[in-house]
């Protein structure tokens, strides 16, 4: 099962663009945009982000939308340097490698 989590960041150089974390499989997928009519792109996370992805997580624990156990396993990822193990798009190996 795949848990979403999104939020705005402004930038004073880049602007406003939206980060969306998705956790799945003992992965995070890092991605952001900017403007509606953009793609999402990779997006190497900080040390804020993974601070609000933790406060985004705990937020929905008392909620019960995130079991205990997922909201450890997603401390425990965003303790993990650099973006994950996936990045960008998603490729899983069932069709024609493009690189």
Not at 40 to 60: G, S
Not at 85 to 99: A, E, H, N, Q, V
Request: cysteine-free; proline content about 6%; glycine content about 10%.
């Amino acid at each position: 099962m795949s848990i979403t989590f999104g939020w705005w960041h402004r930038d004073p150089v880049e602007g406003k663009y939206q980060i969306n974390a998705d956790v799945h499989g003992g992965n995070i997928e890092w991605t952001r945009h900017q403007g509606h009519h953009t793609s999402w792109l990779p997006h190497t996370p900080t040390d804020e982000d993974r601070e609000r992805l933790v406060y985004e997580a705990e937020k929905r624990v008392p909620r019960r939308l995130i079991t205990q156990k997922q909201f450890e396993e997603i401390k425990r990822l965003s303790e993990n340097a650099g973006p994950g193990k996936i990045s960008g798009k998603r490729i899983t190996g069932l069709g024609p490698s493009f690189t």
